[in-house]
Structure formats: C-alpha cells, structure tokens
C-alpha cells in the first residue's frame, strides 16, 4: 500500500540526526553534540515547582481546547507588554509545543494546491507540514551578503492567485538573522496588497543579542489581521519536553485551529499549562540569565572561527546557532577524501572529530553547517579545538 500523502516527506532530519548522534554518545563516543537546537539549562525551578503544584492541586483532566483561561489571560498579557501586540483570550489557542500550533496555522490556510513561500534556509519542518497540508512550498532564497534578511522583491515575484501564506521565523533557525521593523512593515504591506497570511514563527524571540526583536503582528492593526502568530516556551524558559506552545491570531483563524486541535490533541498538557502560567506570571528577567550566557558564548564561537581556515560564520544576531559558510571547502581534501557536500562534511566531522552538527541541506542550504552552541562552554571549547585541527588537515 502506499500512503501517498506521507510519503512525499521526510522524518524530521534534526530529529533523526540527533537521535543518532545520542546513540553514539550512549554507546562510548565521545562526541560533542552541536546538532539538536535544545537550551543546556534546566528548567528552572520556580516554573517546575509549580507543574509539582499542578498535579498536587488535580489539574490533571481535559483542560478547554485552546487552554485555560487563565494562562490565555497571561500570555495577552505578555504579548501586549513585551511585543506590543494586543489580543483578547479568545484569539489565542495554546497548544502543544509550537509545533503544533505551526501546523494548525499551515492546515488551517492551506487547500489543495495553496502556494505557502518560504524564505530559505528554512527551519526543516515548515516544507514537511506545507505538504501534508496538501499545500504547495514556494522557496525563496535569502542572501547571505545581506545578513539572510528577506528579500521582499524576490518574495513579491514569486506571489500567485494561490499564495496563502509565508512562514517567517526570526530570529532565524539556522542562521541567527533577527529581522528588522523596516523589511517586515514592506512584507506586511504585501500581505495586505494580494491578502495571504503571515505566519511569524517568534519561538526564539528572547534569544537575541544585537538590535531589537520586532512581531510583524505589532506594525499596524491591517497587517495584524494577516499574522498568525506563533510563540512557545521550548527556547525562552528551558521547556522543549513539556511541550508548550500558543497561536494567535484574527478569531476566525484561532476558531478554525481550534476545531482542527478538538479532533487532534484535544488540548496541551494540563500540568504543563500550569508551569507556564507560572512563567508568564514571572519577571521575565528571571530567565535573563540565559540569554547573557548565550551571547558570551555565541561571542567566544565566532572568535574562534574567525581564526580558522576555510570557513565563515554568519553574524548570527539572535537563536542559539552559528550557520557555517563551508564553500571554500568544497573540493579540497581530507586525509585523501573530497569534500563534495555539506553533508558528506557534517560526516567526516562525526567520525573524525567526534563533532555533530547538521548539514546545510536540511535547512535548503547546502554550502552550510548548522552548529547549536546550547552546549557548555568546556564543550565548546573542545569542540571548536576539534573543528579547528580537522580544518589544519584539509588540503
Ligand atoms: N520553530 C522553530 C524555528 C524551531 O527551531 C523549533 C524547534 N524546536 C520549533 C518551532 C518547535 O518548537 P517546540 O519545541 O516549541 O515545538
Ligand atoms: N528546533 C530544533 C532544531 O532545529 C529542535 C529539533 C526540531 O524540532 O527540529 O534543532
């Protein structure tokens, strides 16, 4: 039999390559694991004491599809406060991580032969979930020499009849971009203009070193009506295993992700709607400490590779990782192997230097790495003197 909607896509490859890298270091290896895009820190302990409250309280039944209320209030809250965009409770839906979420927002807007474009490199999972949707990708490439920022010409050339949607993500998994106010008012003046929805991924929102964060959705009331946006607190609070994440958007567009959540999930985690209850009801400089200690670290990373052979690092401006330019690369050898591709490169780095980071290719980029610095700084340390002898053997 064949499952023709399934098999047009591939299992998530940070999932998987992760999974194999975990395999390694269960059996022995010693790698230095740069591929999966997961914070170091623990959960912090105010946020996990009140999942503990949770169960001791009995929150432990079906909450309502789009999650209580409570938590809804303070994510408007947090929204209004800390993005400046205002939503009532009843135009946001709490989900599973932001994953799920996402995929509502795609399912929700897209029919048969819909065009959803997505700027590239891309986070791997936003092409995977336009297909199952039955929708169709659109890719649109963004110029390294212009810090990967979106290039609205090329995006406005690409809009058909069918255009539904654009999936933006900034700051930016793989590259690091943050996008400014200037480029997304030109991208919400062309949804408004051929009326497609933006759907603005913000998972990494907190994570950002230089320059400001801005949410399209904040620009203007009509460019507002065209957002979908998505959050979650897998990156900003150290909770990618609780799976907690939100949607927001116009009530016609929450409603028709409710009812495709109704017959999904039903509803996220009730325990895990309480913890995060918990961390929007908190100072959100209670979690700063995360951010300072990834821009030190993303600081000593691009030092490092600075000083390197052969390769470039993007200025990565938010996210927790570093898109490694490796063309230079192509076409020289090490110890008596070409390198053909990023990802017969991201291969030679497991086996030789015991370091995994994820090839380009999944991410519509093949002349790059993806290195996640959410690792110890000793790590990072090590694993870098590792890239960086690999790169003294290359010819
Ligand atoms: N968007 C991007 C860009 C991501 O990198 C990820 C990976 N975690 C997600 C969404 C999904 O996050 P969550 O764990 O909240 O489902
Ligand atoms: N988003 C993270 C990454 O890109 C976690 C894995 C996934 O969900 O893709 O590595």
Redesign the pocket.
């Known amino acids: 039999m064949v499952f023709k909607r399934v098999d047009q896509i591939a299992a ?1 490859k ?2 998987e390559f992760t999974a194999r890298v975990k395999n390694m270091i269960r059996n022995g290896v010693d790698v230095i694991d740069f591929s ?3 914070p170091d820190f623990q959960t912090p302990d105010f946020i996990k004491k009140a999942g503990k409250k949770a169960i001791d309280e009995n929150h432990t039944k079906y909450t309502a599809v789009n999650g209580i209320v409570e938590l809804r209030k303070a994510i408007a809250r947090k929204l209004e406060i800390e993005n400046n965009v205002s939503y009532t409770e009843e135009q946001i839906c709490v989900g599973t991580g932001a ?1 799920q979420p996402l995929f509502n927002a795609v399912f929700t807007v897209c029919d048969e032969g819909s065009e959803v474009i997505i700027p590239t490199p891309s ?3 936003y092409e995977e979930m336009v297909k199952l949707a039955g929708g169709i990708p659109v890719f649109v490439p963004c110029n390294d020499k212009n810090g990967f920022g979106l290039d609205i010409s090329e995006i406005e050339k690409v809009i058909t009849e069918r255009t539904r949607a654009i999936i933006i993500n900034s700051p930016n ?1 793989p590259t690091g971009a943050v996008y400014g106010e200037k480029e997304l008012r030109k991208l919400g003046e062309l949804a408004i203009k051929h009326d497609f929805y933006i759907i603005s991924d913000e998972v990494y929102e907190k994570l950002v070193f230089e320059g400001k964060f801005c949410s399209v959705a904040s620009l203007s009331p009509q460019i507002k009506e065209h957002c979908i946006l998505i959050n979650g607190l897998s990156k900003s609070y150290a909770m990618t295993g609780w799976r907690i994440g939100y949607a927001a958007a116009a009530e016609k567009v929450i409603n028709a992700m409710k009812k495709i959540q109704s017959h999904t999930t039903s509803a996220s985690n009730s325990i895990t709607q309480y913890a995060a209850l918990a961390a929007y009801e908190e100072d959100p400089d209670k979690v700063k400490y995360m951010v300072d200690s990834y821009r030190d670290r993303r600081n000593y990373i691009l030092h490092r590779i600075s000083e390197m052979n052969f390769v470039q690092a993007s200025k990565a401006s938010g996210t927790f990782y570093v898109f490694l330019n490796i063309e230079k690369l192509l076409g020289r050898t090490y110890r008596g192997e070409t390198i053909i591709s990023s990802m017969q490169l991201a291969q030679l780095l497991l086996i030789h230097a015991h370091i995994a980071v994820i090839a380009g290719e999944a991410f519509h980029a093949s002349n790059y790495v993806r290195i ?1 610095y959410a690792v110890s700084q000793e790590d990072i340390a090590n694993g870098m003197n590792r890239l960086d002898k690999f790169l003294k053997e290359v010819i």
């Open positions: 998530s940070t999932m999966v895009g997961e994953k986070w791997v999972s998994n996640c």
